[in-house]
T-cell receptor
Framework: AQRVTQPEKLLSVFKGAPVELKCNYS??????LFWYVQYSRQRLQLLLR??SRESIKGFTADLNKGETSFHLKKPFAQEEDSAMYYC??????????????FGTGTRLTIIP | ETGVTQSPTHLIKTRGQQVTLRCSSQ?????VSWYQQALGQGPQFIFQ???????GRGNFPPRFSGLQFPNYSSELNVNALELDDSALYLC?????????????FGPGTRLTVL
């Protein structure tokens, strides 16, 4: 069975400090990994996906297949980064029809 | 271009009743996925519809069913409601046939079962 684990429900970081949100997964095969974000009073939206290898809003995430991890990192936290973050996985699809398995989420608060 | 819309925003039902939730996909999208998000949990995949047919299902009982219409809008039906069905129901639309296309989520319908 596939599973996504986000060990921290809450994380508080001072503005300007580095941020790391942890995500571990279990999946038999090679999944596609994602980070989704939900800002206050907004919809759930895609932040980044490992296949595209992009850096979005200063965030990066590296897929470590050996440790089955996909931690989200940002070198310098900004107040607007305060939000709920979800790690998710899906079987690899070339057709844009991912079926996502989400973790329980980490609420990130940036302290001014 | 309009985003994903869902209706109603909130509703309250009693145990044993039936409910229908609606979702209009984003313009140009042909696939709709439904998720259930219980309080304090991440969204859980219910099923996906493409070309009016179910295209994958999560670990949900048959009393959760759906439809997709020719205009790609979709309905989620839940029969014999149970207290544990209380949750936020999210739909997401995407474009099948195009790799790296993201799923765009709607605002959700909050269902309370008493």
């Amino acid at each position: 069975a596939q599973r996504v684990t986000q060990p921290e429900k809450l994380l508080s970081v001072f503005k300007g400090a580095p941020v790391e949100l942890k995500c571990n997964y279990s999946y038999s095969g090679s999944p596609e990994l994602f980070w989704y974000v939900q800002y206050s009073r907004q919809r759930l939206q895609l932040l980044l996906r490992h296949i595209s290898r992009e850096s979005i809003k200063g965030f990066t995430a590296d897929l470590n297949k050996g440790e089955t991890s996909f931690h989200l990192k940002k070198p310098f936290a900004q107040e607007e980064d305060s939000a709920m973050y979800y790690c998710a996985l899906s079987p690899i699809s070339n057709f844009g029809n991912e079926k996502l398995t989400f973790g329980t989420g980490t609420r990130l608060t940036i302290i001014p | 271009e309009t985003g994903v819309t869902q209706s109603p925003t909130h509703l309250i039902k009693t145990r044993g009743q039936q409910v229908t939730l609606r979702c209009s996909s984003q313009s140009g999208h042909n696939t709709v996925s439904w998720y259930q998000q219980a309080l304090g949990q991440g969204p859980q995949f219910i099923f996906q519809y493409y070309r009016e047919e179910e295209n994958g299902r999560g670990n949900f009982p048959p009393r959760f069913s759906g439809l997709q219409f020719p205009n790609y809008s979709s309905e989620l039906n839940v029969n014999a409601l149970e207290l544990d069905d209380s949750a936020l129901y999210l739909c997401a639309s995407s474009s099948y046939g195009h790799s790296y296309n993201e799923q765009f989520f709607g605002p959700g319908t909050r269902l309370t079962v008493l």
